[in-house]
């Protein structure tokens, strides 16, 4: 697909469900919010195996099954992500723990979560290949990889699609990988629009979040990020103004722009939700989508290069 045609369609990631990293959610929040995502034509669903072990999968799964007879299981597309196990042989295993949770005989996309630095990718890989020849995984996805291992992975086996954490606070995912994923015909699947919610323009400083939010640890908050981060808000709050709408639909507004096929947009209630389900009709205009990617650029350029992704995580 040509880029400059591409539009992306927005989904529902639902990390946030499974608690955990996101303090406090409530079960009766999240069951709404997934109601509210298939009343409002959301047809994709994406959780994890680590996303509160398991908590968000059986939700997705029990919730989705609750409205068969609305939204036949053929017509929506759901994904899940396993974290490499102790051996390739674990895979199948693993892969039948998430089809229980989930109510389902098979999952639409399977991706590998992480890389594992202890771990060589590829017999797992492998592994996976047999998995969806059973029919269990109908396509494998890779989720947080280097350009590097990226291509490892497409040597190895048949990879579909590519999901990567994409917003005005962390373009560079989009820059090192889109020119193979486009070569390789893969979608890409973005996460954290909002930037983990630090968009929303809520919290500007690690004093704002609850002393238990783990995000009080996201780089923008340290020194030398912290006044371009500032500006980035500033420019969202002003565009917001011309628009007539909030910070947050201006952010994933700007990611739905970008040349990728599916934005997953989370959101912990269902009037989260609604606001998010806002930002399909908000259409920026060029110089706006430029003069916010001017400052996620200068954004970026404070990173260091060996830095691969928006936790700094080293995997």
Known sequence: MDPETRKATLSLGCWAFGGGYWLDQQRDDSIRTLHAALRGGIRHFDTAQGYGKGLS?????????????????????????????????????SVQTSLRRMCTSYVDILYVHWPDSTK????????LGRVRDQGLVKHIGVSNFTQPLLQQALDTTEISYCQIPLSLLWTRSLRNLAPLCTAHGLRIVAYSPLGLGLLGGRYRSREDLDAQDLRRGLFPFDTQYVETFHNLLHALERTALEYATDMATVALAWVLAQPVDIVLTGART???????LRGKIIPLAGSHLVALRLIADNLDDLIPPDEDNVFFHRW
């Open 57 to 93: 999968e059986q939700l997705v799964g029990q919730q989705l099954k609750r409205f068969s007879k609305e939204v036949p299981r053929e017509e929506y597309c759901l994904a899940t992500k396993l974290f490499l196990p102790n051996s390739p042989s674990d895979i199948l295993a």
């Open 120 to 127: 060589d990718c590829r017999p797992y890989l492998q592994a």
């Open 270 to 276: 269902k009037d989260q939700l609604n606001a998010n």
